[in-house]
């Protein structure tokens, strides 16, 4: 319409690409959501990540990571908390854990499960040497009130810390932080195993433990899932595996270039990817490997 309007002058050439754009946007994302039909992809999502060993240089690469999760969080409107940091021991971050509500999060995000592959010329050597530093990123479906999921308490053990925010902060004097021991048996091999939880966001130490348990029940929900998906699902032949322990993502910096080793999705503007701009990657992920993704 937009065309027609054009030939007969009511409309102007820009006004048309404007209209063209705003047209593929849309189909886009229609395109994506399409993508996202799995139970679990319209829940929020508990993101980890954690420093590899090397580390200054790996810890300043998770803090990097941290800042371009959040980037990207703050330009979907998401909400963010964090809800356990550990500060490297001389610059950057050791562990952080960030609860993301919103409509979609979980589904968009679990493409960034795996490995990250940081390599450039590292600003703590002397030498100048370029390094190769990897950090960790898991990413579970946060649960909300209508999933029940069946927590044996006596199954539960409790230690407490002083805890610290982000930069170093102090957020109380006394032992607010919670760390939460869950002992379960894995229903498929009869073998006992250990979930263990970390939470710090309150002041209260009863919120850090109300918090704590609901981060349990995500994992325990993402491990309920993924049993039945296995159980389920066959992958096509001569698709490749995705599953944590892999490295996903390359992020070279000297040769600007970020590569996904799944997709072969690739960009050279390094800045805007680690600005939040990893839309592109989320796409050709979802548009691979849709619902048999997870």
């Not at 050791?94 to 979980?106: H, N, S």
């Not at 004097?173 to 939880?197: A, C, F």
Request: overall charge negative.
């Amino acid at each position: 319409m937009a065309f027609d309007f054009n030939k007969e002058g009511i409309t102007t050439e820009e006004e048309v690409d404007e209209a063209y754009q705003k047209a593929v946007a849309q189909i886009e994302k229609l395109e994506l959501k399409n993508m996202l039909c799995l139970e679990e992809d319209h829940l929020g999502a508990v993101l980890k990540i954690n420093a590899g060993a090397g580390g200054t240089e790996a810890q300043d690469w998770a803090e990097m990571l941290y800042r371009m999760y959040s980037r990207w969080c703050e330009s979907k409107g998401y909400k963010v908390n964090v809800t356990n940091w550990l500060d490297g021991d001389d610059a950057g971050i050791k562990t952080v854990t960030l609860q993301v509500e919103g409509e979609y999060a979980y589904g968009y995000l679990k493409s960034e499960n795996g490995v990250h592959r940081l390599v450039r010329v590292s600003p703590f050597n002397a030498q100048g040497k370029r390094m190769t530093s990897f950090s960790s990123v898991f990413v579970v479906p946060l649960v909300d009130d209508t999933i029940e999921i069946e927590v044996n308490p006596g199954d539960i053990t409790w230690d407490t810390f002083r805890s610290s925010g982000a930069g170093g902060q102090n957020v109380n004097k006394v032992e607010t932080g919670v760390r939460l021991h869950y002992q379960y048996k894995d229903p498929d091999t009869g073998e006992s195993k250990e979930i263990v939880i970390e939470n710090t966001e309150s002041r209260s130490q009863f919120g850090n433990k109300d918090n704590a348990i609901r981060l349990l029940k995500s994992q325990l929900y993402e491990l309920e899932i993924e049993r039945r998906r296995k159980a389920s699902v066959q992958i096509e032949a001569g698709k490749k595996k995705i599953e944590w322990g892999s490295q996903i993502r390359s992020y070279v910096f000297d040769d600007r270039r970020v590569k996904d080793h799944r997709t072969d999705y690739q960009t050279s503007n390094v800045g805007a990817v680690m600005d939040g701009d990893i839309d592109g990657f989320i796409k050709a992920y979802l548009m691979e490997f849709g619902s048999k993704s997870g």
